[in-house]
């Protein structure tokens, strides 16, 4: 899988849009950028994730660029409770492979 | 729906005991199963994965073992537990896409 940088925090306003980003600049055709997040003592819970086009769901929108090499994950109206450690990861599709490694993440701090 | 059970929640250990945390998964065949410890303040560390019953790839050279006797059990051993062992495992389900985990077991060794 494609190894993934992201800032090791950042700070967010309540009520403001959080926008995350990822660095993926050796992500290959069949890997899919997948984002989850890990509040203080439990299971990481999954957002959301895409291969090239754009997507958004109930919980956030992810950006990809055109050339695939960053993305970033969009939390329209961020709340206190969306405080946690973010992952974004770049793992092959389940026909290529199975694993699921999680880097350092981003500490996304929402302040009121 | 599928759902992932760990137990048990919290777990305290003395050094050279032995371990077994068991992790069941329900509503779904053949899945992917995951462990993974996180230390306290560090990032989730991939222990061992499973594809199927008996297949078991080993991440990390460590004191752990772990086992799937059936398809959707996953179980992490150990003969004889050190202080470095100390930390939250969680267990992780996934099938096509998203993986999905469980609520995780705090262990202390003392």
């Known amino acids: 899988d494609a190894k993934t940088t992201q800032p090791p925090s950042m700070d967010c306003a309540e009520g403001r849009a959080a926008n995350l980003p990822c660095n993926h600049s050796?992500?290959?055709?069949?890997?899919?950028v997948y984002w989850y997040r890990q509040i203080h003592s439990q299971g990481p819970q999954y957002i959301i994730h895409?291969?090239?086009n754009n997507e958004t769901n109930e919980m956030a929108s992810l950006i990809i660029t055109e050339d695939r090499k960053s993305s970033t994950l969009i939390l329209p109206h961020a709340t206190l409770r969306d405080t946690a450690v973010y992952y974004c990861?770049?793992?092959?599709?389940?026909?290529?492979?199975?694993?699921?490694?999680f880097g350092a993440g981003t500490i996304l701090r929402v302040k009121s | 729906s599928q759902t992932i059970h760990q137990w048990p929640a919290t777990l305290v250990q003395p050094v050279g005991s032995p371990l077994s945390l068991e992790c069941t998964v329900e509503?779904?065949?053949?899945?992917?199963l995951y462990w993974y410890r996180q230390a306290a303040g560090r990032g989730l560390q991939l222990l061992f994965y499973?594809?199927?019953?008996?297949?078991i790839s080993s991440e990390v050279p460590q004191n752990l073992s772990a086992s799937r006797p059936q398809d959707r059990q996953f179980i992490l051993s150990s003969k004889k537990l050190l202080l470095s062992d100390s930390g939250f495992y969680l267990c992780?389900?996934?099938?096509?896409?998203?993986?999905?985990f469980g609520q995780g077991t705090r262990l202390t060794v003392v």
């Open positions: 992780a389900w996934s099938v096509t896409t998203e993986a999905f």
């Open positions: 050796t992500i290959s055709g069949n890997e899919y």
């Open positions: 895409g291969l090239k």
């Open positions: 990861i770049a793992r092959a599709s389940y026909l290529y492979g199975n694993k699921l490694v």
């Open positions: 509503g779904t065949s053949n899945p992917n």
């Open positions: 499973s594809v199927g019953i008996g297949q």
